[in-house]
Nanobody
Framework: QVRLVESGGGSVQAGGSLRLTCAASGYTRSSGAIGWFRQAPGKQREGVAAITTGGGSTFYADSVKGRFTISRDIPRDTFYLQMNSLKSEDTAMYYC??????????????????WGQGTQVTVSS
């Protein structure tokens, strides 16, 4: 059974940093993927970043490239999203998801409904 628990959200001023943590269990270690998605009020959920659990390949949305870094600590079953130079438009609920690295767009790797409860990030300008 897949279980994902996010933490690390909070309120920061623009230009600040936060590190989100996803404690994962039951995910696919060899060909899986862990992704961070976000959803702002009134908007659709969007992919932010993903990392494969096998080779550690990383993928980012254009809006966060150069500012966010996704990483993993496989022995600890923990995944991170380091967010720097935060902007007000980064304000959203952030979710950790588990999927399969099946080729195609990384955003399509998470159709199984494996999501954490989310952690709120609020950036004030």
């Amino acid at each position: 059974q897949v279980r994902l628990v996010e933490s690390g959200g909070g309120s920061v001023q623009a230009g600040g940093s936060l590190r989100l943590t996803c404690a994962a269990s039951g995910y696919t270690r060899s060909s899986g993927a862990i992704g961070w998605f976000r959803q702002a009020p009134g908007k659709q959920r969007e992919g932010v970043a993903a990392i494969t659990t096998g080779g550690g390949s990383t993928f980012y949305a254009d809006s966060v490239k150069g500012r966010f870094t996704i990483s993993r600590d496989i022995p600890r079953d923990t995944f991170y999203l380091q967010m720097n130079s935060l902007k007000s438009e980064d304000t959203a609920m952030y979710y950790c998801g588990a999927g399969l690295a099946a080729g195609g767009s990384w955003r399509d790797w998470f159709p199984f409904g494996y999501w954490g409860q989310g952690t709120q990030v609020t950036v004030s300008s």
